[in-house]
């Protein structure tokens, strides 16, 4: 869902200065806008999924009559979250962006 989100592009966005239409251009259209009362919250999201599996019985077709399934997988998720809060005349006044672990992008378990 949405476009990667690039770290240098949030180190331009400076508080109550950086207007709306250079958000715009640096982060692309949000996923999702919130109108509270007072402010507005403008949300992007990335995110993306990988598998793999390995069956480790197919080595046993040499040796053995029949194929048993050893299968070790493993599945990843990856996850960036950004959130912009702007006032009423569009100024950015705080933004919090979130990203998933390198690690617990992929990771083969054999069970």
């Known amino acids: ?3 990667p989100i690039d770290e240098h592009h949030l180190e331009k966005v400076i508080k109550g200065v950086t207007p709306r239409d250079q958000i715009v251009e640096l982060l692309g259209a ?3 806008i919130i109108v509270a009362s007072d402010h507005i919250i403008a949300e992007y999201k990335w995110s993306t999924t990988r598998s793999a599996s390995l069956n480790l019985g197919y080595f046993f077709r ?6 048993p399934s050893m299968t070790m997988s493993g ?3 990856n996850i960036e979250h950004v959130l912009l ?4 005349q569009l100024n950015i006044r705080s933004y919090a962006f979130g ?3 390198e690690h617990a992008f992929f990771e083969f378990c054999p069970f």
């Open 1 to 3: 869902m949405g476009n």
């Open 30 to 32: 949000p996923e999702d």
């Open 85 to 88: 809060t702007c006032d009423q």
């Open 75 to 77: 599945t990843g998720f």
């Open 62 to 67: 040499l040796v053995s009559p029949v194929s």
């Open 99 to 101: 990203k998933a672990h």
